[in-house]
Protein backbone atom coordinates (compact mmCIF):
# COMPACT_ATOMS: atom_id res chain seq x y z
CA UNK A 1 0.00 0.00 0.00
CA UNK A 2 1.31 3.57 -0.68
CA UNK A 3 2.04 5.95 2.11
CA UNK A 4 1.15 9.55 1.37
CA UNK A 5 2.92 10.61 4.33
CA UNK A 6 6.03 13.44 4.09
CA UNK A 7 8.08 11.42 6.33
CA UNK A 8 8.55 8.44 4.22
CA UNK A 9 12.13 7.36 3.39
CA UNK A 10 12.81 4.66 0.94
CA UNK A 11 15.07 1.99 3.03
CA UNK A 12 17.24 0.65 0.01
CA UNK A 13 20.78 1.02 0.64
CA UNK A 14 22.46 3.96 -1.44
CA UNK A 15 18.62 5.55 -1.99
CA UNK A 16 18.27 8.79 -0.38
CA UNK A 17 15.02 9.16 -1.91
CA UNK A 18 11.43 10.98 0.57
CA UNK A 19 8.53 11.89 0.02
CA UNK A 20 8.95 15.56 0.85
CA UNK A 21 11.32 15.46 -1.98
CA UNK A 22 9.83 13.71 -4.46
CA UNK A 23 6.38 13.79 -3.57
CA UNK A 24 5.29 12.05 -6.79
CA UNK A 25 7.06 8.99 -5.74
CA UNK A 26 5.13 6.29 -4.33
CA UNK A 27 6.22 4.57 -0.60
CA UNK A 28 5.29 0.96 -0.19
CA UNK A 29 5.61 -1.35 2.92
CA UNK A 30 6.86 -4.50 3.19
CA UNK A 31 4.47 -7.43 2.28
CA UNK A 32 2.61 -9.46 4.61
CA UNK A 33 3.25 -12.66 2.95
CA UNK A 34 6.42 -14.52 4.64
CA UNK A 35 7.92 -15.62 1.16
CA UNK A 36 7.77 -12.29 -0.97
CA UNK A 37 8.81 -10.20 1.99
CA UNK A 38 12.00 -12.21 2.36
CA UNK A 39 12.00 -12.09 -1.80
CA UNK A 40 11.87 -7.98 -1.23
CA UNK A 41 14.71 -8.79 2.00
CA UNK A 42 17.31 -10.58 -0.80
CA UNK A 43 16.25 -8.23 -3.62
CA UNK A 44 17.39 -4.80 -1.64
CA UNK A 45 20.53 -6.77 -0.39
CA UNK A 46 19.64 -5.56 3.71
CA UNK A 47 19.02 -8.28 6.00
CA UNK A 48 16.95 -7.64 9.23
CA UNK A 49 19.22 -6.96 12.02
CA UNK A 50 20.23 -4.71 15.21
CA UNK A 51 20.92 -1.48 12.50
CA UNK A 52 17.25 -2.24 9.98
CA UNK A 53 14.34 -3.16 11.24
CA UNK A 54 11.02 -3.66 9.03
CA UNK A 55 8.07 -2.15 11.01
CA UNK A 56 4.86 -1.87 9.22
CA UNK A 57 3.99 2.18 8.43
CA UNK A 58 7.32 3.21 8.57
CA UNK A 59 9.62 0.70 6.62
CA UNK A 60 9.34 1.73 2.84
CA UNK A 61 10.29 0.79 -0.44
CA UNK A 62 10.11 4.02 -3.06
CA UNK A 63 8.55 2.93 -6.53
CA UNK A 64 11.87 4.33 -8.31
CA UNK A 65 12.80 0.39 -7.67
CA UNK A 66 9.51 -1.18 -9.18
CA UNK A 67 8.98 -1.41 -13.19
CA UNK A 68 5.96 0.47 -14.37
CA UNK A 69 4.24 -3.23 -14.94
CA UNK A 70 4.81 -3.90 -11.11
CA UNK A 71 2.33 -0.27 -10.30
CA UNK A 72 -1.03 -0.19 -10.30
CA UNK A 73 -3.06 2.93 -10.20
CA UNK A 74 -6.73 2.37 -9.36
CA UNK A 75 -9.39 4.75 -10.67
CA UNK A 76 -9.34 6.98 -7.36
CA UNK A 77 -5.59 7.84 -7.63
CA UNK A 78 -4.01 5.39 -5.53
CA UNK A 79 -0.88 3.56 -6.37
CA UNK A 80 -0.60 -0.18 -5.62
CA UNK A 81 2.62 -2.84 -5.95
CA UNK A 82 0.75 -5.70 -8.09
CA UNK A 83 0.25 -9.09 -6.14
CA UNK A 84 3.91 -10.90 -6.09
CA UNK A 85 5.89 -8.22 -7.85
CA UNK A 86 9.68 -7.21 -6.24
CA UNK A 87 11.84 -4.33 -6.96
CA UNK A 88 14.25 -4.83 -9.33
CA UNK A 89 16.02 -1.30 -10.09
CA UNK A 90 19.10 -1.13 -8.14
CA UNK A 91 22.52 1.09 -8.98
CA UNK A 92 23.99 -2.23 -8.60
CA UNK A 93 22.15 -4.01 -11.82
CA UNK A 94 23.13 -0.77 -14.05
CA UNK A 95 19.98 0.73 -13.38
CA UNK A 96 19.98 4.60 -13.10
CA UNK A 97 23.57 4.57 -13.84
CA UNK A 98 22.78 6.65 -17.19
CA UNK A 99 20.90 9.36 -15.71
CA UNK A 100 23.37 9.47 -12.58
CA UNK A 101 26.17 10.14 -14.85
CA UNK A 102 24.35 12.63 -17.03
CA UNK A 103 23.76 14.49 -13.61
CA UNK A 104 26.65 14.58 -12.85
CA UNK A 105 27.91 15.95 -16.14
CA UNK A 106 28.50 19.64 -16.66
CA UNK A 107 25.99 22.07 -17.44
CA UNK A 108 28.39 23.10 -20.91
CA UNK A 109 28.34 19.37 -21.52
CA UNK A 110 25.32 18.58 -21.20
CA UNK A 111 24.20 21.75 -23.56
CA UNK A 112 26.84 20.22 -26.13
CA UNK A 113 25.31 16.93 -26.36
CA UNK A 114 21.72 18.32 -26.83
CA UNK A 115 23.25 20.61 -29.45
CA UNK A 116 24.93 18.20 -31.10
CA UNK A 117 22.21 15.68 -31.66
CA UNK A 118 19.80 18.68 -32.69
CA UNK A 119 22.30 19.69 -35.49
CA UNK A 120 22.78 16.07 -36.52
CA UNK A 121 18.79 15.60 -36.40
CA UNK A 122 18.02 18.56 -39.47
CA UNK A 123 21.04 17.08 -41.43
CA UNK A 124 18.76 14.02 -41.84
CA UNK A 125 16.93 16.31 -43.58
CA UNK A 126 19.64 17.33 -46.21
CA UNK A 127 19.23 15.48 -49.23
CA UNK A 128 23.26 16.03 -49.98
CA UNK A 129 26.39 13.85 -49.24
CA UNK A 130 27.89 12.87 -45.84
CA UNK A 131 27.99 14.88 -42.89
CA UNK A 132 30.13 14.04 -39.92
CA UNK A 133 29.64 15.42 -36.57
CA UNK A 134 32.55 17.31 -36.77
CA UNK A 135 31.92 18.90 -40.02
CA UNK A 136 28.75 20.06 -38.92
CA UNK A 137 29.98 21.31 -35.76
CA UNK A 138 32.88 23.03 -37.62
CA UNK A 139 30.65 24.92 -39.71
CA UNK A 140 28.28 25.97 -37.23
CA UNK A 141 31.48 27.37 -35.40
CA UNK A 142 32.62 29.35 -38.39
CA UNK A 143 29.70 31.72 -38.31
CA UNK A 144 30.59 32.57 -35.05
CA UNK A 145 34.46 33.28 -35.61
CA UNK A 146 34.88 36.94 -34.75
CA UNK A 147 38.36 37.17 -35.63
CA UNK A 148 37.63 36.12 -39.36
CA UNK A 149 38.71 38.75 -41.69
CA UNK A 150 36.57 39.20 -45.11
CA UNK A 151 38.15 39.45 -48.57
CA UNK A 152 39.20 42.34 -50.56
CA UNK A 153 36.62 42.33 -52.57
CA UNK A 154 34.13 42.84 -50.15
CA UNK A 155 36.11 45.78 -48.71
CA UNK A 156 36.04 47.23 -51.52
CA UNK A 157 32.34 46.81 -52.05
CA UNK A 158 32.09 48.32 -48.47
CA UNK A 159 34.03 51.05 -49.39
CA UNK A 160 32.00 52.05 -52.39
CA UNK A 161 28.66 51.69 -50.18
CA UNK A 162 29.96 54.13 -47.37
CA UNK A 163 31.06 56.86 -50.40
CA UNK A 164 27.37 56.50 -51.99
CA UNK A 165 25.73 57.06 -48.52
CA UNK A 166 28.37 59.88 -47.57
CA UNK A 167 27.20 62.14 -50.98
CA UNK A 168 23.49 60.70 -49.91
CA UNK A 169 23.81 62.67 -46.64
CA UNK A 170 25.31 65.93 -48.39
CA UNK A 171 22.75 65.71 -50.86
CA UNK A 172 19.78 65.92 -48.50
CA UNK A 173 21.71 68.58 -45.90
CA UNK A 174 21.57 70.80 -49.30
CA UNK A 175 17.99 70.33 -48.79
CA UNK A 176 17.05 70.67 -45.98
CA UNK A 177 19.53 74.04 -45.93
CA UNK A 178 16.83 75.03 -48.78
CA UNK A 179 13.56 74.65 -46.97
CA UNK A 180 15.01 76.26 -44.30
CA UNK A 181 15.84 79.20 -46.51
CA UNK A 182 13.03 79.09 -48.19
CA UNK A 183 11.02 78.84 -45.17
CA UNK A 184 12.65 82.37 -43.23
CA UNK A 185 11.58 83.77 -46.78
CA UNK A 186 8.36 83.33 -46.60
CA UNK A 187 5.94 85.67 -43.97
CA UNK A 188 4.45 85.13 -40.52
CA UNK A 189 1.13 85.21 -41.74
CA UNK A 190 2.05 81.67 -43.20
CA UNK A 191 1.86 80.02 -39.91
CA UNK A 192 -1.46 81.20 -39.09
CA UNK A 193 -3.18 81.18 -42.25
CA UNK A 194 -3.46 77.96 -44.23
CA UNK A 195 -6.85 78.50 -46.20
CA UNK A 196 -8.17 80.40 -48.43
CA UNK A 197 -10.81 81.26 -45.98
CA UNK A 198 -7.95 82.33 -43.13
CA UNK A 199 -6.28 84.72 -45.72
CA UNK A 200 -9.92 86.37 -46.60
CA UNK A 201 -10.41 86.65 -43.20
CA UNK A 202 -6.77 88.38 -41.83
CA UNK A 203 -5.87 89.98 -45.11
CA UNK A 204 -8.97 90.46 -47.41
CA UNK A 205 -7.09 88.91 -50.33
CA UNK A 206 -8.98 86.30 -52.00
CA UNK A 207 -7.41 83.47 -52.24
CA UNK A 208 -3.52 82.33 -50.47
CA UNK A 209 -2.06 81.98 -54.47
CA UNK A 210 -3.70 86.12 -54.56
CA UNK A 211 -1.36 86.92 -51.25
CA UNK A 212 1.22 85.42 -52.56
CA UNK A 213 1.86 86.82 -55.48
CA UNK A 214 1.50 90.15 -54.04
CA UNK A 215 3.92 89.25 -51.46
CA UNK A 216 6.48 88.23 -54.02
CA UNK A 217 6.04 91.36 -55.74
CA UNK A 218 6.74 93.02 -52.91
CA UNK A 219 9.31 91.27 -50.86
CA UNK A 220 12.41 92.35 -52.48
CA UNK A 221 11.93 95.83 -52.15
CA UNK A 222 10.65 95.42 -48.58
CA UNK A 223 13.31 93.67 -47.38
CA UNK A 224 15.69 96.84 -48.50
CA UNK A 225 13.28 99.17 -46.47
CA UNK A 226 14.73 101.62 -44.47
CA UNK A 227 12.12 102.68 -41.32
CA UNK A 228 12.02 106.39 -40.80
CA UNK A 229 12.98 105.82 -36.98
CA UNK A 230 16.34 104.48 -38.41
CA UNK A 231 16.89 107.39 -40.77
CA UNK A 232 17.61 109.52 -38.20
Known sequence: MAQSSCRCYCSVPCCSNNKHKFPYLSFHDFPVD???????????????????????GSTY???????????????????????????????WNDWGKGRASQARQ??????????????LDES????????????????????????YHPSPGKLDAATKRIQELELQVLSLEREIQQLTVKQQQQPLIFKFCVTDED??????????EVFTVFWESVYPSASRLVYWSKAQ
Do not use: N
Open 34 to 56: AEIRACWVRAIKRDEGPSFKILR
Open 61 to 91: VCSQHFTPEDISTSASGRTRIKKGATPSRFP
Open 106 to 119: PVYQRARKHFRAAV
Open 124 to 147: QEMPVGDFTEEALLGGVAKEHDYA
Open 199 to 208: FRYYTRFSSK
